[in-house]
């Protein structure tokens, strides 16, 4: 890691390359637009909305963290992508019905200006959607090979300084590690051979990783997380981040799950259900590319109530999600969670949370803050798995040996006191001792009074 | 503050006397009792079943709490108190209606057998309930001086090594501080005098004090926060911890608050209704009592959020908070919360939580932390308001000048970081330094494959 | 009554005259002249959505209810009315924020040509209110002769047929009948004295009944439901109906309490919260105000669930009803309950219902329907309370002596059969008597077989 | 049908017989043998509880329905059945968990003389139990003979009049009607060859209706409502009813349904997801049995919100059910919907109901008023599918031609209606025409004041 000192502030353009173009890739675009203009306020992104407390008792300060580390600009940001659809963004906002219609328009001319490239595309990984606008090759190999050329092509017409990739493209089906992932040579083996198992995700990951474009996984697809891409990573010396953005339900149970272990209460059983409309709950609606989906938000809880540890607590949780693609709702998302809880001498009591939240609206800001922060850490000459950012997975990758963090509040920390490390600031530690040591006298208070 | 290895293991036997034996003393006792004879698991008190993580990497330890510091042990408590009605504790938990009868019918041997000492009871203060079980006494000077005598019997007779007092009573109605609350001297005048403006909980709390015994204010009642009674408590060398026992709605509001500070997601509104039936419930039926409760409740949220900080995202929340007295509940609370919330670009969206909650289940384990904890404070030779227990506080009371935590996990951080402290440990930080440096070398690893 | 042939089909043009033109009445014009234009359908109007069932068995026919009875037609409708802040509807509807700005804009000039007429005011019946456009005339005798003067204004300018005044305004502060709301003669004297206890509803109920103009008494206030303007309805032959509007968290429980009857379970309680932030709210926040509408919404449960009928099931059913003023939803009104019922054995379970509604779309429907059949009542030769629309009303008028019906299918039965009624068909029973008569022979069907 | 005047007391032993002796059968039977003695209420019967309203206006009276129509006294019911599981019903109530165990200990003896007879299991049709308590026939004609010589035994040991059966055993696999079950002479047929086509359900009924005792079935089991059982009801005159009891989410939504029908407001969609935890659940944790659950519960909706009739409102209703196994809750099943409708000009409201309910305890009573409506049925002569029980089913059988009724008020409407002709009385239609015929006179009441 390069000394607090090596950082200095970004300058140049940086380019943010998006796998998939759709509902949330185009409320970030937008929103960074609107937000550059004044015309809306970026809540939900730390990079641009959060404060940051910085030493102790009567010295502490709070600066906006984008005041504190340095980090790329909103206005030097540019933006392109895949998609499987040629809509352009302004069309493809409006398709995705997540922003109003009077917003858009005022962002039409800079949003119909974003293009897509043609993506790469495998029905075999989604079943629920098939694309015309996808590249004429076959051969993966090949594949690679024209999206290192989109990525330098991109730069050069943007002027890049910098690039970063975010996907924020579809659920991929379920499938398990073989051994064409385990290596950098066998998966480049595997490019060549166009082996079935190396997904489309790992292809924009490689050609991500080989340009030393630090590379985000917004999907709970098996990508980043593969032991051939991490080599790769850390062999060009890349910031990788996953996997699956942290958004609804998952969210509200990592900010719920942590209050109970706080209070040492016990947990029965844990009942999430989630109806979503949006192009994600078709894609989920296949069972294949459900359980990529499941196997991502199912191991939350038992990261933060540690059964094994408190089998009197949490040794026995009975935790059911179910995601229902039900179209009426379509981007507004909302979660239905019954949590059974027990307290004093076991006593059961409920907790039922409803959240009607937009799954686009909650997305927007962590690809943004993933944007900025992959590229600080870059700069910082940080690389592989970027551990303090686990803040924004459903499921944060780790490096090999070390169990995830789920709790929001540890993770909140984690992210914080990495700034603090990078700005040669201390970390925070709430601990703050001011009792004044008692002096115990005779008490005869009233005699003197 | 004594030094660390000045903590020996707690011995002899610790009474814990309550001002009010209703349903959440009888549910303590009780629980305490059952624990004991390993009836029941003591799930909601960090005491008994929680870990505190020491160290960090591979050194990493997670001990249970009781294994960590030298707390009495709960064979060592011995338990009195005052109510205003005679019954002893088996007959008032077979009324208060909130453990089940089998489990009450085994502990009635050791629960008949305590029974109350009369209770200082005022009606100007309680306007809901009237008692029958009070001492003869009018002049608070003598109250107190009768209080003092019933500490000291109850002592004897227990053969007690030490005493804490957890204030269990209602809630008294609203009053303001007065000129007779700023000096222990001016307040002992107005004892004297029988001041109006002087609470029956502050007798209690000043025959405490004034007998070094550490008191807790379960209740929101205005007491241990007026200037007279800290001045006592440092005095004495006495630790102190107020006010309000923090439950359900509360709770989860500390809870969910952070969460969403710790995504920058704005609040423009917060309503919170609350429907109980127990006597608590009865007491806040009257509107200056519930006055009283609404001031400890609502300030909750503005400690959080802070709209000065982040007038975009906090500035406007209105935030309304209701008791309702429905007897149908029971002790059976339920909270009910809506939050209006927006995220990027100002998009709203909405959580609804419902708590079905029971009162003196979540607040029992609450009166044992602190009898333990106060007690551990003053062997630690702690004085005065103790701001790293704040976390089992709605209104935490703070040393002058600085202000109240809310979040729970900043307040379970603090508490924790307290007990590593005592004892010698590094306090937590979440911060763990292990990404390499990157050393980015010419990419070219498919020539070498 | 006429008999039935004598209903003749509505001709000309029908004034729908409305004091208080705020959120509902803007909502009702808007919506009338979008569903004119083809732009919205008028869901939730039985007049134009709804379909009633004739016959039964195999010669059942279901026309629309505005092809069976002879109602006003939608093209012939004209509004106007009276205001206290001089705001054209367009303007009004703005301000009012219920419906979106380019359905709006797609009606202003009709709308924008709708202006107030000035309103007679009296700051005592509703304090958080001041307008600014009102009547210079203090004598309340004088009041209604400029009502009355307006009435006939807006008849002859818009070529009205006929008139019906529908009371869209703010709740009236609480207040009990008084000697001088007993008789017409007594009324009448007051008028020219300018009694206090006659409210200003009752002076446009006056000038309209006067006028035989039916009248409708949107709010809860004590208005037509005094023997004085019955009187005066049965005197000049003129329908009318309330009070109340049926919205809300009220027409949800006049829905389910009957369910729960259906079922012979038993109730506890129900504990019923509002949340809202339109100026019905806000005049509301008035506890003065707020006891008015208290009592109209507290009689549902009981007219519905018969404690002294069933008394081991509703015999003791704790109701409470809270409506809370709450900024942040504006007119998106929120209801919260929960009932607290008990089936076989007595055992208890539990029913929350959350309903997201929209104040002023679930009233709109109600005002036309409303205005459409009281001007049919009228047509038809009926005068006085019209029990037959109770189906719209938390408070149901009837005649003297008889009860309220407050379940909402008995309500809609009631409705039904009284236009199958007035158009000579047969009520609707659903008996249907298809069961042949059992002719058991010696069974023996496998010795057959 | 018999003459109403037929309709004599009923006399004499009335034997329930149910194939399945679980959770709803032994609530079923403690409830009524506490009942009996008056330890607790029978709430959730009509045939105890609900009162009937006869006659109109001042003649108007409203009996109890078992003093209205001659129905068996709950003290001549004898009680009987098969099971795969050889618990007799106190240990099968303990096992259920449903009752509380004081109340089970008070009814032991009773309890505890009632065991099981042996049953007809086939676990094709059933795959998540296995029972061992059954007949070790195979053939299916001759396991017809044997559950034939069980009712036969059980009626005279138990010295009964008359018997009734009803169905309280699990939810079978999915199977579509096939040329086995479209007549009585094609089922016996097959029930010599064992067809597999004929489920254990069918042998049950077969027996009963052969010997002329009324069935119900209360599980959505295909049964009888194939051709050929209800050809033998028919020849044999005996009353069937079906199918599958209506309790927690289906009743609460015919009961909602209808109320939003009644107000014209349109439905985009209704998602209900059900979680519980008792062996009902686990049986339709196989896709094969829910598949008839869900085919069962789909149909409410389009049943009563008539898309084709009205396609502006629910032509278009995305409707979804799910029920999900989860063990915490245990019979305690739980039901959470989100309705997403629209009033005026299509504006968009939600409602979220939560349904904490219990199983057994809804059902218990359901089976009693079916065992005595069954009984009255037969003794009046009725045969074959009774549409007037309709009110009690998920998915009410209806007569060839005929489609099912499923508005809960409509429903007991009509049973109500049913009862009334059977006993000579009128039918209720709401109806009370008391408005006097206006005479509009001039119009001058205040020169005459």
């Known amino acids: 890691m390069n000394s607090?000192?090596?950082?200095?502030?970004?300058?140049?353009?940086?380019g943010v390359l998006m796998p998939g173009l759709g509902a949330v890739a185009t409320t970030f675009v937008a929103g960074v637009l609107a937000a550059r203009q004044g015309l809306a306020y970026p809540a939900g992104s730390l990079t641009?909305?959060?404060?940051?407390?910085?030493?102790?008792?009567?010295?502490?300060?709070?600066?906006?963290?984008?005041?504190?580390?340095p980090l790329a600009d909103l206005?030097?940001?540019?933006?392109?992508?895949?998609?499987?659809?040629?809509?352009?963004?302004?069309?493809?906002?409006?398709?995705?019905?997540?922003?109003?219609?009077?917003l858009?328009?005022?962002?039409?001319?800079?949003?119909?200006?974003?293009?897509?490239?043609?993506?790469v595309f495998d029905p075999h990984y989604v079943r629920n959607l098939s694309g015309s606008w996808v590249k004429e090759t076959t051969n993966k190999w090949e594949?690679?090979?024209?999206?290192?050329?989109?990525?330098?092509?991109?730069?050069?017409?943007?002027?890049?300084?910098?690039?970063?990739?975010?996907?924020?493209?579809?659920?991929e089906r379920y499938h398990e590690p073989q051994p064409v992932h385990q290596s950098l040579a066998a998966f480049e083996r595997g490019l060549r051979e166009s082996d079935p198992a190396i997904a489309p995700s790992m292809l924009y990951a490689y050609a991500a990783l080989k340009m030393r474009v630090p590379f985000a996984m917004g999907a709970p697809n098996l990508c980043v997380d593969i032991p051939a891409l991490e080599e790769l990573a850390r062999l060009t010396g890349t910031p990788l981040g996953g996997k699956d953005f942290k958004t609804g339900q998952t969210l509200m149970k990592t900010i719920i799950a942590p209050g109970l272990r706080a209070r040492a209460l016990g947990v029965n059983g844990w009942f999430s259900t989630n109806i979503l409309g949006n192009r994600d709950g078709l894609v989920l609606d296949a069972p294949e590319n459900f359980q990529t989906k499941e196997v991502s938000k199912g191991r939350v809880l038992e990261g933060i109530l540690d059964g094994e540890m408190s089998p009197e607590l949490w040794?026995?949780?009975?935790?059911?999600?179910?995601?229902?693609?039900?179209?009426?709702?379509?981007?507004?998302?909302?979660?239905?969670?019954n949590i059974d809880i027990f307290g004093w001498?076991?006593?059961?009591?409920?907790?039922?949370?409803?959240?009607?939240?937009?799954?686009?609206?909650?997305?927007?800001?962590?690809?943004?803050?993933?944007?900025?922060?992959?590229?600080?850490?870059?700069?910082?000459?940080?690389?592989?798995?970027q551990e303090w950012l686990g803040f924004y997975w459903k499921s944060p990758q780790t490096v090999a040996g070390s169990l995830p963090v789920h709790d929001l509040f540890q993770q909140l920390n984690k992210l914080e006191n990495m700034l603090r490390y990078l700005m040669g600031e201390e970390p925070m530690t709430n601990l703050d001792i001011r009792y004044s040591e008692a002096e115990p006298v005779e008490v005869d208070s009233e005699t003197h009074s």
């Open 104 to 119: 858009l328009d005022q962002l039409q001319p800079e949003l119909a200006a974003i293009r897509p490239m043609k993506a």
């Open 48 to 69: 641009q909305a959060s404060h940051i407390q910085l030493g102790t008792g009567t010295g502490s300060r709070s600066p906006l963290i984008r005041d504190f580390v």
């Open 345 to 385: 001498l076991g006593y059961k009591m409920q907790i039922k949370v409803n959240f009607l939240c937009r799954d686009s609206i909650l997305a927007a800001p962590v690809v943004l803050d993933l944007a900025l922060f992959l590229d600080l850490a870059q700069r910082a000459g940080l690389s592989g798995v």
């Open 315 to 337: 040794g026995d949780i009975h935790h059911k999600v179910r995601i229902e693609y039900y179209p009426p709702h379509g981007d507004n998302k909302e979660g239905w969670d």
């Open 143 to 171: 594949q690679v090979q024209d999206l290192m050329a989109d990525i330098e092509h991109f730069s050069l017409v943007n002027q890049c300084q910098r690039l970063v990739m975010v996907w924020c493209a579809s659920t």
């Open 4 to 14: 607090p000192s090596s950082l200095l502030p970004a300058s140049g353009r940086l």
């Open 75 to 102: 206005n030097d940001l540019v933006f392109g992508g895949w998609d499987i659809f040629p809509d352009n963004l302004y069309d493809a906002a409006r398709q995705a019905n997540v922003l109003e219609r009077p």
